[in-house]
């Protein structure tokens, strides 16, 4: 019961570190504050889709606080078949296997009914048929993995035992894959939450992927596409995709376009894209492409940009810095390729990536401010096993993401020392970030969080630095607190081995730090987490904007002959009222309901007269205005 044995004393200098430069962290618990969104706090892959019970960690995944859960498979989703509960492995032969979503969707309600589940649409337009053409992989080499096992074998294929992914013969697809079109893929939905469906709580099932890697089809299902599909036809599918989800479900959160990797953030293939002459990288194209889709239909396409990354860099010292790559427009990332194309040619000096602040920017300029759509990572994986490094890193990545209103991050490769950084913020920090500045932030970084009550704050503090510790001050504004010892949670020095195993038993040192005039003391080792645990008073304003969502209300489809949704950015709860005005102020309805929601609500606007209408939503702590249109024909 490692956690348990409380250590009352001081955090000072550690003998055996050398201590380098002092920082100054400023903590404004009145300034900045915003809410943070749980589902950063996710994986991929924690649940059996194979009817085997689940998965043995359930302890550990309670204990760490586990928001958010990814279960598609990534690649292995493009082809799934819902109905007949099978997909095909592009990375392994293409064979055919059992997955059984429903099975697994409703084992993670049982055992997790606040976990929020992301799966996918399929977009390819090819699903898994049957298993009776798989190779015989056993037969082969007993199924291990080998360099091959990416060939064309499923159908017949002949194998290419030099290795490689070419085999001798390439197997026939349509022995084991069936046409799935758009219609088939969005009827999930209706079996899952419709009338006549299994009864899943549709609240838990918000997220959904556009398929997966769009841009590398040709490479990772080059079985039914040898040459890659033509961006602008993509576009095509996503919309048709997108399209008939919503109007079955029109509260599920569209994730796109799910981009494999730095490189195909800025190309897709070889194309060289352009709208009216201008050239445009694939991000802000895509972006751009959804905004006058849903501009011309009225109907929203995408709620969250998501996107891949898988760094290749090695060393320590670039490692701890790739949080830095989404927001920091100073940071000359060494891994910097496809950014260099963001032009249209190659500007070797480019290496500034900031690429969810690019994402904004493209999203304020073609959506307008106000436009409520996300950001995800919804894949990551490094390099390294170095536990300290990888805690590090995590670290510096949620509190990133918390400090930017990230909505969604699940890491792919699952590193130790993850389960501590998982379990030290789900557990311990609070639901709203406020401003903190670091004198030294490239080295250590703090990030603070408040309670809505405004009685607890949470201060982690991370030193990036790989052999010194620094002497941290820590000045807290705006928040009341007592002198006194606050108590410190401390990850540093990791072992090899996981050391997570539930919320009494891990590697957190417990201690406490002396609090004297709002101003506090201590040393932070080299690669380490550090959380301060402080009660006092403050302020948390109206979660207008604590919450830092959409201020305006989304309406579709708009415009509209029949019917409008309603969609907020927030859960509302309490007494709720939502108001109806014509373009000369008159109301024209008035609807109300106690309770707690962020589904999207329904207008039946069918006797309402052509023209433009603003309506206003209301709850205790939220205001939200929008407007629509009712167009006969």
């Known amino acids: 019961m490692r956690f348990l044995h409380l250590l009352c004393i001081p955090i000072f200098c550690i003998p055996g570190f050398l201590n380098a430069q002092d920082v100054t962290i400023q903590v404004h618990a009145q300034d900045g504050q915003r809410y943070i969104s749980p589902y950063i706090y996710g994986r991929n892959g924690n649940f059996s889709d194979s009817r085997a019970p689940l998965a043995a960690e359930i302890t550990r995944y309670r204990s760490a606080g586990l928001r958010f859960s990814r279960e598609n498979s990534g690649n292995n989703a493009t082809k799934y078949n819902w109905r007949k509960k099978l997909s095909s492995h592009p990375d392994w032969y293409n064979n055919v296997y059992e997955h059984d979503w429903d099975f697994e969707a409703a084992q993670i309600m049982e055992t997790f009914p606040d976990m929020q589940v992301m799966y996918a649409f399929q977009l390819l337009g090819w699903a898994a048929d049957n298993t009776n053409n798989n190779f015989n992989d056993w037969q082969f080499n007993s199924s291990q993995w080998w360099e091959g096992v990416n060939q064309n074998l499923a159908g017949g294929g002949v194998v290419n035992t030099a290795g490689g992914?070419?085999?001798?013969?390439?197997?026939?697809?349509?022995?084991?894959?069936?046409?799935?079109?758009?219609?088939?893929?969005?009827?999930?939905?209706?079996?899952?939450?419709?009338?006549?469906?299994?009864?899943?709580?549709?609240?838990?099932?918000?997220?959904?992927?556009?398929?997966?890697?769009?841009?590398?089809?040709?490479?990772?299902?080059?079985?039914?596409?040898?040459?890659?599909?033509?961006?602008?036809?993509?576009?095509?599918?996503?919309?048709?995709?997108?399209?008939?989800?919503?109007?079955?479900?029109?509260?599920?959160?569209?994730?796109?376009?799910?981009?494999?990797?730095?490189?195909?953030?800025?190309?897709?293939?070889?194309?060289?894209?352009?709208?009216?002459?201008?050239?445009?990288?694939?991000?802000?194209?895509?972006?751009?492409?959804?905004?006058?889709?849903?501009?011309?239909?009225?109907?929203?396409?995408?709620?969250?940009?998501?996107?891949?990354?898988?760094?290749?860099?090695?060393?320590?010292?670039?490692?701890?810095?790739?949080?830095?790559?989404?927001?920091?427009?100073?940071?000359?990332?060494?891994?910097?390729?496809?950014?260099?194309?963001?032009?249209?040619?190659?500007?070797?000096?480019?290496?500034?990536?900031?690429?969810?602040?690019?994402?904004?920017?493209?999203?304020?300029?073609?959506?307008?401010?106000?436009?409520?759509?996300?950001?995800?990572?919804?894949?990551?994986?490094?390099?390294?096993?170095?536990?300290?490094?990888?805690?590090?890193?995590?670290?510096?990545?949620?509190?990133?993401?918390?400090?930017?209103?990230?909505?969604?991050?699940?890491?792919?490769?699952?590193?130790?020392?993850?389960?501590?950084?998982?379990?030290?913020?789900?557990?311990?920090?609070?639901?709203?970030?406020?401003?903190?500045?670091?004198?030294?932030?490239?080295?250590?970084?703090?990030?603070?969080?408040?309670?809505?009550?405004?009685?607890?704050?949470?201060?982690?503090?991370?030193?990036?630095?790989?052999?010194?510790?620094?002497?941290?001050?820590?000045?807290?504004?705006?928040?009341?607190?007592?002198?006194?010892?606050?108590?410190?949670?401390?990850?540093?020095?990791?072992?090899?081995?996981?050391t997570f195993v539930s919320h009494t038993d891990n590697a957190l040192f417990a201690g406490t730090v002396e609090l004297v005039g709002q101003t506090l003391s201590l040393t932070l080792p080299p690669l380490s987490t550090t959380a301060v645990l402080i009660t006092g008073s403050g302020h948390v304003d109206d979660l207008s904007s604590v919450k830092n969502i959409d201020k305006s209300l989304r309406l579709y489809p708009n415009p509209s002959a029949n019917r409008i949704w309603i969609e907020p950015g927030a859960e509302l709860s309490g007494d709720i009222r939502v108001a109806v005005f014509d373009h000369t102020g008159r109301q024209l309805d008035f609807f109300s309901w106690q309770g707690r929601t962020r589904k999207a609500l329904e207008i039946d606007v069918r006797n309402y007269p052509e023209g433009m209408y603003f309506v206003q939503l209301k709850s205790h702590t939220v205001t939200l205005n929008g407007k629509f249109l009712v167009r006969k024909n």
């Not at 536990?387 to 990545?397: E, K």
């Not at 949620?398 to 991050?409: K, R, S």
């Open 165 to 498: 992914s070419n085999a001798l013969t390439d197997g026939n697809p349509d022995l084991y894959l069936m046409d799935w079109p758009a219609d088939s893929t969005v009827a999930i939905l209706d079996h899952w939450f419709g009338e006549d469906g299994i009864d899943l709580p549709q609240a838990n099932f918000r997220y959904w992927n556009m398929d997966n890697e769009p841009e590398i089809w040709s490479g990772t299902h080059d079985d039914v596409m040898e040459v890659q599909l033509a961006a602008d036809a993509f576009m095509e599918k996503y919309f048709e995709v997108a399209k008939k989800a919503k109007e079955k479900s029109p509260d599920i959160k569209l994730c796109g376009p799910v981009m494999a990797n730095e490189w195909q953030w800025y190309r897709y293939a070889d194309e060289n894209l352009d709208i009216g002459g201008q050239y445009y990288c694939w991000l802000e194209y895509f972006i751009k492409r959804c905004a006058d889709e849903e501009k011309a239909s009225g109907i929203p396409v995408l709620d969250v940009v998501d996107i891949h990354f898988y760094p290749f860099e090695t060393e320590p010292a670039d490692l701890v810095q790739l949080h830095r790559v989404f927001y920091d427009e100073a940071y000359n990332y060494p891994g910097a390729n496809g950014v260099k194309t963001i032009h249209g040619g190659w500007e070797s000096s480019l290496q500034n990536e900031y690429i969810f602040g690019r994402i904004n920017s493209w999203l304020n300029e073609h959506y307008g401010a106000g436009h409520g759509i996300g950001i995800g990572l919804s894949e990551f994986g490094t390099q390294t096993d170095d536990p300290d490094i990888n805690a590090v890193l995590y670290a510096s990545m949620l509190g990133t993401f918390a400090d930017q209103g990230v909505e969604l991050f699940a890491p792919w490769y699952w590193q130790n020392g993850m389960w501590e950084v998982l379990h030290l913020y789900s557990r311990y920090t609070h639901a709203v970030r406020v401003k903190t500045i670091s004198s030294l932030e490239n080295t250590v970084s703090a990030y603070s969080t408040l309670t809505t009550s405004a009685d607890s704050l949470t201060v982690i503090l991370v030193n990036r630095d790989l052999s010194a510790s620094h002497d941290a001050q820590v000045v807290i504004s705006d928040f009341t607190v007592k002198n006194g010892n606050y108590p410190t949670l401390q990850l540093s020095s990791l072992p090899g081995d996981e």
